[in-house]
């Protein structure tokens, strides 16, 4: 999985343009959702054709998309009939996810957020090991999961393991410590996003300006290289040419344990 990974929501009729460029400048992750009220997964798909016509191949692209319960999609545009079962939701959502993106396989699946009620979790998962059987999707996550007992309940209980766990990095969970520090020690890959957005206040203080000033790299830069440090794959969205060319170049360069150290006690 690449160092960061290129998120797609918000962008609307923009999607396809951006990601085009977001690739072409050096992106080779592509987050998605089978979600339209946040994403237009069509326009992921149109993009990943425009590239493969441009010499960048499927296989070189890692697409992650998501299934979204019910509770987060706009009833009028869900993807898949709201009267049926979970199981059967998540196969129909994903039939769609492969239209969509005029792919058979995604490198990887996410479930957008626990179902509710918690007692619906295994028959999510179920439906999504099935995907993972039929080699469609080449590993499974979940995401929006701050509960470390629910994680541990599903890598305990479940045939085929998580392997990605994508939460917001913001300081009402502590930053994840727990969960991260967990995931560790199970290989499992904690995607951040918020990263950015949730954390002006890291980005304007004292060790992150004057490391930014030291390594000749913007603060955003400083904080991408701190959490690649930590092993998180963040996310990006930029919609901004210079930042996507930020965010590309903030893994080429070391800090010294010290300096990743006075940014770890900024959490
Ligand atoms: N699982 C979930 O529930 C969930 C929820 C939210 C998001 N996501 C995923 O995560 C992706 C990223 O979303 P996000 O919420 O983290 O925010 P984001 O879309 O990455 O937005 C970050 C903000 O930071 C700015 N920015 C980005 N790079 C910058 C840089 N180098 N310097 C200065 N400003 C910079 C952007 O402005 P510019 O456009 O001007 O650069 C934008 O205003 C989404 O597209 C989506 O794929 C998942």
């Known amino acids: 999985m690449p160092k960061i990974i290129y998120g797609t929501a918000w962008k609307k009729d923009a999607t396809t343009e951006l990601i085009v460029q977001a690739v072409e400048a050096g992106f080779r992750a592509i987050d998605t959702a089978c979600q339209p009220k946040h994403y237009k997964e069509e326009s992921v798909g149109e993009a990943i054709n425009i590239l493969e016509k441009k010499g960048i191949k499927r296989n070189e692209l890692f697409i992650q998309t998501k299934f979204t319960p019910l509770a987060g999609q706009d009833i009028s545009s869900a993807p898949y009939d709201k ?33 509710f009620p918690p007692s619906k979790l295994f028959e999510a998962w179920n439906a999504m090991e099935i995907i993972y059987e039929a080699k469609e999707a080449l590993q499974l996550g979940i995401s929006n999961c701050d509960d470390l007992a629910t994680l541990k309940k599903l890598y305990k209980e479940s045939t085929i393991k998580p392997s990605i766990v994508q939460n917001r990095f913001y300081a009402d969970t502590d930053y994840d410590k727990e969960i991260r520090a967990w995931c560790k020690e199970h290989n499992i890959i904690y995607q951040s996003f918020w990263s950015l957005p949730a954390n002006p206040h890291l980005l304007v203080s004292e060790p992150i300006i004057k490391l930014a000033l030291k390594y000749k790299k913007s603060e955003p830069q400083i904080l991408f290289n701190y959490l690649s440090y930590e092993g998180i794959i963040p996310l990006s969205g930029t919609t901004c040419p210079i930042h996507m060319q930020d965010a590309l170049s903030a893994f080429d360069f070391e800090l010294t344990n010290d300096e990743y150290n006075s940014i770890r006690e900024l959490l």
């Not at 959502?93 to 990887?108: A, I, P, R």
């Open 83 to 115: 009267y049926a079962s979970l199981k059967k939701q998540i196969a129909e959502s994903f039939e769609v996810s492969k239209m969509n993106l005029q792919t058979n396989y995604v490198d990887s699946l996410i479930l957008h957020t626990p179902p």
